[in-house]
């Protein structure tokens, strides 16, 4: 379990931060997060520089009291280890430990993801902040959880850094002349004869802005430099893991993540995390599908387990373009959403607002007010109830799928790095399209890694595979071999890990199990497009078409209707050993993707978790208590799901027989156990 084995409860809280405070409201802020229910708080995430005010003293004092005060309460910990913002006098003593911007700017004093990551004053203090704060709260058995720094992102240009990558690039290649090959130097003279003659990738070097977006003249040094910048940031996190865990073995350590957060392989990451941990804040406009994806993601890179919601807000964001309230109810679908794709703990940013700085107007579970009635704490209330009820009901329970979809960190780089075909060609795009096919028919997916197994999957998608690393169509070709269904898409198998083409014409080592090679790519700018009809319906050929032929046994399902490749395949079918593998040549639209992804399933014999009405998301979770059925209505008005077998109600007991109708109100969730 993510928070470890002794916790029997759905775990609800969030972000306190009583040292923002005067005493006297401690007293009233405990009195209110009993009232609604709240059992962990997270402290002591920005307090290094009241800490540590100089290299060699620590003041604890306040934060014992904190902790003392908060143990008295009843209340679980979640313990920050303070490292996401660095205190102003060691940015005074210390400059190594600022970050220079991509265009050689050194950064002053300010904001946060302002450390170096190969600083050798941030790895020192850090780690070092890490170990004292863990050897002075290990006997606290009310710390279930250990959370290192905030939200790690950002990256650096300095000299450090380059440093760093020169040696970084050393243990990656051996030799330089394989470095040489790897990054294709003889385009453009770029030939290295000694590691210090490298220097990273950035504004004054090898990228430029091109169409508003940041690209790149050489594409390999581009994505070995992301590579080493989130293995940096890594580090870092291992460092003061390891200090925490000498002092305290038992206690599981995290960090939160982002969700589908561009600068950082969080599936590596999570190979060194005790338990996942994410902050959701979906934008006013994301469809129920997105917020469900980023849940996904999160449960996907740590082998299907469950994680923690480290943070959303109660109400509003104060950082998005336009910060809509959350509507009445909209708060208990997000959160029980979360809990449906693998949430076992709800958390908030933050329990009490602040009064100053730019989160001031950021929601939170106590307003600026300071009273019990209002809106949101009673919203926040009922949620704790309700959560209290529940239990143990559904921890630590798995979601049953056959379904994956395959998303990686490395082809996602790379294909924004590329040189061409479109500037509208968007990997997220393309995993967006299918899961959301996929979600509107109830169809539980997981996101795996590339190094995952796919074999117990009846399903594979891997929408714009670009880069296909070694031994990856090995893995692709004996799934389908033994019956899979695998589907990719336009601009697939182009590349392998470094970004050299593989020769012998697209989609490289995945032709034989697709039985088609590509030819050209037409990109379409904006405003065109060209058509194919599947099945009776005419759908848009869009951002890029595929122009290819067929060998072997495949056989195209449709065709394009238009332009000089007018006839030729864009939708194909091989049947390979006992499975089949599908192109989809171009990008299509959401009606599309529905109706391709209906056939697919029925001829997988891949079952929807419930047929529920349109705006109806049904969601299960199996423990060793049984299934549990979420039914979400993200509408707003009501609707009637009709229930496959007899369930009872887990929060109010109520009792359904196969066949009956379950009345969802607008922004209802009602969470059922089988029978």
């Known amino acids: 379990m993510a928070y470890g084995n002794n916790i029997t409860e759905i775990l609800y809280g969030g ?90 700017k050194k950064r002053k004093f300010g904001s946060r993801h302002n450390s170096c990551p190969n600083s050798p004053t941030y790895r020192l203090y850090a780690a070092r902040l890490a170990s004292e704060l863990a050897k002075r709260y290990k006997d606290y058995d009310n710390i279930v959880a250990w959370h290192i720094s905030n939200e790690f992102g950002g990256e650096c240009h300095c000299e450090n850094c380059e440093k760093a990558f020169r040696e970084w690039l050393k243990e990656k290649y051996g030799t330089i002349e394989e470095m040489n090959r790897c990054f294709y130097t003889d385009f ?44 940096s940031m890594m580090e870092c996190f291992k460092l003061e893991y390891d200090a925490i865990k000498k002092e305290m073995p038992d206690v599981p350590i995290t960090t939160n993540l982002m969700g589908f957060f561009k600068l950082l392989d969080y599936q590596k990451w999570a190979k060194y995390m005790d338990f996942i941990s994410w902050d959701s804040y979906p934008q006013p406009t994301d469809g129920p599908a997105v917020t469900a994806l980023n849940h996904d993601l999160m449960r996907g890179i740590k082998e299907q387990q469950s994680f923690v919601l480290m943070e959303q807000t109660p109400s509003v964001t104060n950082w998005h373009p336009y910060n ?31 009064i100053g700085a730019c989160e001031k107007y950021h929601g939170a579970v106590i307003d600026h007010a300071g009273r019990d009635d209002t809106r949101v704490f009673r919203e926040v209330t009922a949620l704790g109830e309700e959560l209290q009820t529940l239990g143990d009901a559904f921890l630590e329970g798995r979601t049953p799928s056959e379904t994956a979809i395959v998303f990686d960190w490395d082809n996602w780089w790379a294909v924004e790095y590329s040189a061409g075909p479109s500037v509208r060609m968007k990997y997220l795009d393309a995993i967006r399209d299918y899961y959301a096919a996929a979600f509107e028919q109830n169809i539980p997916v997981d996101i795996v890694g590339v190094e995952d197994d796919i074999s117990s999957y009846k399903v594979v998608i891997a929408p ?50 697709l039985g088609i090679w590509v030819e050209e790519n037409d990109a379409l700018p904006e405003g065109e497009e060209n058509a194919f009809i599947y099945e009776g319906n005419q759908y848009p050929a869009d951002v890029l078409c595929d122009l290819m032929h067929l060998e072997g046994g495949a056989k195209s399902i449709s065709v394009y209707e238009k332009d000089f490749y007018q006839g030729t395949p864009v939708l194909t079918k091989n049947h390979y050993g006992k499975g089949t593998a599908y192109y989809v040549g171009t990008r299509s639209n959401a009606e599309f993707y529905r109706h391709f992804l209906k056939n697919i399933f029925q001829e997988a014999r891949v079952e929807p978790v419930m047929v529920t009405p349109e705006g109806v998301e049904a969601a299960v979770r199996e423990n060793e208590k049984g299934r549990t059925l979420f039914l979400l209505n993200h509408a707003v008005d009501s609707k009637q799901v009709v229930l496959d077998r007899n369930y009872v109600d887990l929060v109010s007991k109520k009792e359904y027989r196969a066949g009956e109708k379950l009345e969802l109100k607008g922004k209802d969730v009602v969470i059922l156990s089988a029978r």
């Open 15 to 104: 972000d306190y931060n009583p040292e923002q405070w005067p005493e006297e409201i401690w007293q009233e802020d405990m009195r209110m997060l009993k009232k609604a229910h709240i059992n962990m708080v997270t402290l002591n995430v920005f307090s290094w520089a009241a800490l540590q005010p100089d290299e060699n003293t620590y003041c604890f004092d306040k934060l014992d009291r904190i902790m003392e005060f908060v143990r008295e309460n009843g209340l679980k910990v979640c313990m920050a280890t303070s490292t996401g913002a660095h205190p102003a006098w060691m940015a005074k003593r210390h400059p190594d430990i600022l970050r220079t911007d991509a265009d050689g």
């Open 324 to 354: 809509r309230l959350k509507r009445p109810g909209e708060m208990r679908l997000l959160s029980l959403q979360a809990a449906a794709h693998g949430a076992d703990a709800i958390q908030f940013f933050q329990i009490r607002r602040g």
């Open 188 to 231: 453009w003279g770029h030939t290295f004869y000694d590691w210090d003659e490298v220097v990273l990738p950035n504004l004054l070097s090898e990228h430029m802005e091109w169409d508003g977006q940041e690209k790149t003249m050489f594409q390999g040094i581009s994505l070995d430099y992301r590579r080493f910048m989130s293995d």
């Open 464 to 513: 714009l595979l670009y880069m296909t690393k070694t031994g990856y169509a090995d893995k692709i070709r004996a799934f389908v071999e033994q019956g899979g269904t695998f589907i990719t898409t336009y601009f697939s198998g182009i590349v392998e890990e470094h970004d050299l083409v593989l020769p012998g014409g697209y989609p490289g080592a995945l032709k034989d199990i």
